[in-house]
Each structure stands twice: as C-alpha cells, then as structure tokens.
C-alpha cells in the first residue's frame, strides 16, 4: 500500500460521507491530515468527528498540506471544488471523489491539470456521519479511473476493508440508479404501503408496525435466496382476480400510490416467469395491470 503509507490524504468535505470516510481512513492508519472545506466552521466539525491530528482547512490550502485528495461533496459540487484545487495549485498526485452518478469526468480540471483523476463510490447509505462510520467497513465501492487512481481506490477499499466492483467506462451512475433503487426507493415503497393501509383505518404508527414483520422478513429472504426464489404474492402464482381486486381498491388511495403499484406489478411479472409462470398466465397479469385505473 505505497500510495496510503508514502502520501498524505486530505478529504474535502464535512458532510456525512466525508466524516464518515474521514474517520475511518483516520482509524485504519492512512496518513489522513486534514478535512477541507468552503465552510471553515463545518470542516473543523467534521475533523474533529475524524480524530486526533487531524486538521481543518480552506480548500485552497490542500496542495501544501496532502497529495492525495478525497472529494466528498454534492454531486453539483464536484467540479467547481476540482477547479479550485487545480487553480490553488494541485496539479500532481491523485484525486478521487465519491459521487455515485458521475465518472472521472467529474475532475476534469484536475486531470487537464496532471493529476491522476478517479472515483470512489460507496454503495452505503450514510443517514449520520456515526451510522456511515460503522457500517463502511464490508461495503461494496464502485471505482472507476486512470492507472494510479485506480490502484489507490484499490487500496483504499482494502484500508478500510470493503470489496469493490470496477465501473466499465461511461456506466458509473448505473451503480447510483441501482444503489437508490435497493436503498431510497425501499422507502418509497414502504410509504406506499403505510398510506395504503391509513385508508384502510389504520393509524401511522399501527401501519408501521404491522408491515414490519412482512417488510422485515421480505428483505432478509430476497438478500438469502435472491429475489427469483423469494417471490410470493398472487403475481407469482398468477392470480389475475386478486390482482384486479387490489388495483380496484387502491382506487382509495394517491395518484402516485396507484401507479406505482401498477409499475412496480409490471416489473414483477418477469421474475415470476423466470419463476416457472405461464407465459398465458403473464399476458393476462400484464393486461390487468395495464388497464387504466
């Protein structure tokens, strides 16, 4: 681990990722200096939250503290913060950063500028900077970039410890469409089915705790099995009227509730084919589901 143990690292940005990240490069002895920011107050926050002898800085001050550089910021942020790097004088070493719907592309001032540009992508949600903290070490990372950013993402991902999956070329933000399919969009769905169950007379809290266990159980079996082997529900065994029924009585609900529940029934039907359904048995769910609510 040459690049970790010879380079100094600073991380910019001090919101959940980036103290997060911070922490445990920190914990797991990479030669971490200092957290960078535009906001000086946030990033002595977020290097506090990192550890003993770690520094807050102005980003412009980075090229003269580390040579290695994490960019944790929005995804809007990316490249403004690179071309500030690069016009404070960072124009040798590696920058990586961590936004999950953009390639390398994203640094390209850094790179017109000479330095190794790449991307470090965990597939983890971070809803505080303590949650993200903990759950980072097994996390899968997406990484993607040139020659020398792409070993150190390597190297970091064997820091902290995680696995990693090599973004092909012009594909990373399929990684962030999946990772807010698997995480943002469970709550969705979940919202969904609390509205559902508040028009049928239940209260918020009642809902909740009513679909927990099946929500619960669903979830533990899907990442067990895989989703083909889990599958139940009338969709799987082909229960056209079931289907009908539900769709009629979502008629109580949202616009939005009733189309998602349409989408997400159109989607399920290629699993319980893969599952042994008819293909006489699917034509007739999708007809179902296709009919205007």
Not at 202 to 208: M, P, Q, T, V
Not at 274 to 291: C, D, H, I, V, Y
């Amino acid at each position: 681990m040459a690049a970790i143990a010879n380079h100094p690292v600073a991380v910019i940005g001090s919101g959940r990722v980036a103290s997060a990240l911070a922490r445990v490069l920190r914990e797991r002895g990479a030669p971490l200096r200092c957290v960078a920011g535009r906001n000086l107050e946030q990033a002595y926050v977020a290097a506090a939250f990192a550890g003993e002898g770690v520094e807050a800085v102005p980003i412009d001050c980075v090229p003269g503290v580390a040579q290695n550089v994490i960019i944790a910021v929005s995804d809007a942020a990316v490249t403004p913060v690179a071309e500030q790097l690069a016009k404070a004088g960072f124009t040798r070493g590696i920058a990586l950063h961590t936004c999950g719907s953009r390639g390398p592309e994203a640094l390209a001032p850094l790179a017109d500028a000479g330095v190794s540009t790449g991307v470090l992508y965990p597939l983890q949600t971070f809803p505080t900077p303590e949650q993200g903290a903990r759950s980072l070490p097994g996390t899968y990372f997406a990484i993607a970039g040139d020659g020398p950013a792409l070993a150190w993402a390597r190297e970091l991902v064997a820091l902290i410890p995680g696995k990693f999956i090599a973004a092909e070329p012009g594909k990373s933000a399929l990684f962030h469409a999946a990772a807010v399919m698997a995480s943002n969009y469970q709550m969705t769905l979940f919202d969904a089915a609390l509205e559902a169950l508040e028009c049928a007379g239940a209260n918020r809290e009642e809902a909740l705790a009513a679909l927990a266990p099946i929500a619960r159980a669903t979830l533990e079996n899907t990442l067990r099995m895989g989703p083909q082997a889990a599958l139940t529900g009338p969709i799987s065994r082909g229960d056209a009227a079931t289907v009908r029924r539900n769709l009629d009585a979502l008629r109580a609900v949202s616009r939005p509730t009733q189309d998602l529940y349409r989408a997400a029934g159109l989607r399920t039907i290629p699993i319980a084919v893969r599952r042994g359904l008819s293909p006489a048995a699917a034509r007739t769910l999708q007809n179902e589901f296709e009919k205007t609510l």
